[in-house]
């Protein structure tokens, strides 16, 4: 068990404030960025939050990320519009095309971004939180690198294409689902691996072709196993032909491609953002609705007596407030690499 | 293994057609429903064509479905609607509202119909079939009873909601995903229980409590496992939730109430259609993208030699083209069953 440090989420906000301002971010960005990273750490996703804050800078010092810039309108009508990353922070592309998302959602009941040529949204289900903070029901999803083998495929050849979906809840306690189409993200492996912990359930092969619940084996391999087998795989695929078809832009295989050719890190990246306005449709029994699920999945009775059966984003809500109270527990050796880059 | 025969597409619509006149049906919607129902036997589903024939019936004879009946406008504004089943047969509705989707998607790019008191529409991937052939990227689901638990949990509690995203391909060679929410579907149980043969993974609990590839024992504990553990159980809360929320129907535990309270078969379900026409977006190179794709599954290294990797919806094609010209091998007793009905 790696060791650990308890920082305070204003703590992880203010050095990453000086951080990304070191490496080029200007006050803005640098200050919505900061307040991104910290809310997803104070959630409990250190995995793509106080682990990634390397790979965040590293995007302004190679050039992938160009300080200042925001997304650019492509084309588009009516409820849909094209945008590009055009060297925009990914954190900032992703929120900025959100919020044209529920903008158009205002307008038209539903509306949808696709955008292009995107940096690494870090953790997606921020974006779902962001709109339903709004009161949007939300579906987004972004294709990735070929990080994943497809079913049947023993290389990595599918993106692990996270995919997330929101609906506002009572008191901001919104459902929802942020779930890569491995059974785990290369995030989750990273922080078991640094744990020292085995996964639940096997998570992929090792060196021999064997399953394992080993996750450091499983990146070495890179061979994870999708979601559900043929399930997670074909929705792998589905998603990575949506997101490059409509926004124009480079599927996972031509992204692995490209970063292969130019050396460089995962970037090019598609995303569609999709925003709907329950009003627009009339009234709802909106929390009616969220009880009666809440208390079908906490109320069933569990495989584990004292293990009740939770909703996706309950843990969040709990995490959150105890983050902003007490802290967070950080690997001290991520800690320490932070306050030197 | 069952006795199976073979009969070709025409007797099997001709033959259903004249059923659902027998039992109802006026012949505009019997034309139409077994063209569908056809066309899903076809396809390769039959779970959910020969073997639903009974329950399709059924409908017609305990008043679920009205003869006649067309899904009726609730609300909406823009680029949404929320319409109620009203009665209809369920593939139909679900073909209506589809239809309906595709129509906003041509005035606003996107176009979402929020269903209720929906009867089952019984394969989903048509629905997306159905977008695809007019050139739409489509999006669609629906919640159904409490037939899967939540993952920790030991009783059925929330619904295997099938989920269908469907991409336009060269020459109506669409790529569609049609999964449910559960590792296997309980048509696909019951086509393997009927073949007399085991899972190819686990699929759900025996009456031990130990996990199990025979598909009887999974039927009769109703214990099914969601696919990828607890990601298909947190997107089956989200899919149902969405959809009712936006129809403003019945969620998963208040049509299983109200089914045991009734007595009747499933029925009342919320479904989703969402559409996007791709040109309202700008240009795209569409054949290029998923000639990419494809080529990226076909050509990876399998794990199987001679077994490569596939995209969803490929077998269908080949599936329907033989289904067409050499007709299809179903069980003879379903068969015999139908021809009796």
């Known amino acids: 068990m790696a060791e650990e440090i308890r920082i305070t989420i204003d703590e992880f906000r203010d ?17 919505k960025t900061s307040e991104i990273f910290a809310l997803n750490a104070a959630d409990g996703v250190i995995s793509h939050s106080i682990l990634r804050v390397w790979r965040l800078l590293s995007h302004y010092d190679n050039g992938l990320v160009v300080p ?8 588009g009508t009516g409820a849909v519009a094209r945008y590009d990353g055009n060297g925009t922070s990914g954190v900032l592309s992703a929120s900025f095309c959100m919020e044209k998302a529920c903008e158009l959602a205002d307008r ?25 903070d709004k009161g949007k029901v939300a579906i987004c999803w972004t294709n990735t690198r070929a990080n994943l083998p497809s ?14 979906m929101a609906v506002p809840g009572k008191d901001g ?24 912990k085995l996964l639940p359930v096997d998570g992929g092969y ?31 695929i589905l998603l990575d032909a949506c997101a490059a078809i409509l926004s124009d832009g480079l599927n996972t295989a031509s992204i692995e491609r490209k970063m292969q050719k130019d050396g460089t890190d995962e970037a090019f990246l598609c995303q569609i953002f999709i925003a709907i306005a329950p009003e627009a449709l009339g009234e709802s029994r909106l929390e009616e609705i969220e009880a009666s699920i809440l208390d079908s999945v906490h109320n069933a009775q569990p495989v584990k007596e004292g293990s009740p059966s939770r909703c996706p984003g309950e843990r969040v809500f709990r995490d959150r407030e105890a983050a902003f109270r007490d802290g967070i527990l950080v690997p001290a050796e991520s800690w320490k690499q932070i306050l030197e880059l």
Do not use: C
């Open 173 to 196: 306690k919104h459902l929802v689902l942020d779930s890569a189409m491995s059974q785990f993200s290369n995030g989750k492996l990273e922080v078991m691996r640094r744990a020292g």
């Open 15 to 31: 050095v990453l404030y000086q951080k990304l301002i070191k490496h080029g971010a200007l006050q803005e960005e640098a200050k």
């Open 151 to 164: 079913w049947g495929s023993k290389v990595s050849n599918i993106g692990n294409n996270p995919f997330v």
């Open 68 to 75: 200042g810039r925001m997304p650019v309108f492509v084309s």
């Open 206 to 236: 090792d060196q021999e072709g064997n399953l394992t619940r080993v996750p450091g084996d499983i990146e070495k391999t890179r061979r994870s196993i999708p979601m559900g087998f043929w399930k997670g795989s074909s929705m792998s």
């Open 108 to 132: 038209f009941g539903i509306g949808m971004v696709a955008l292009r040529n995107a940096n690494h949204w870090m953790r997606g289900g921020y974006y779902g939180h962001l709109a339903a």
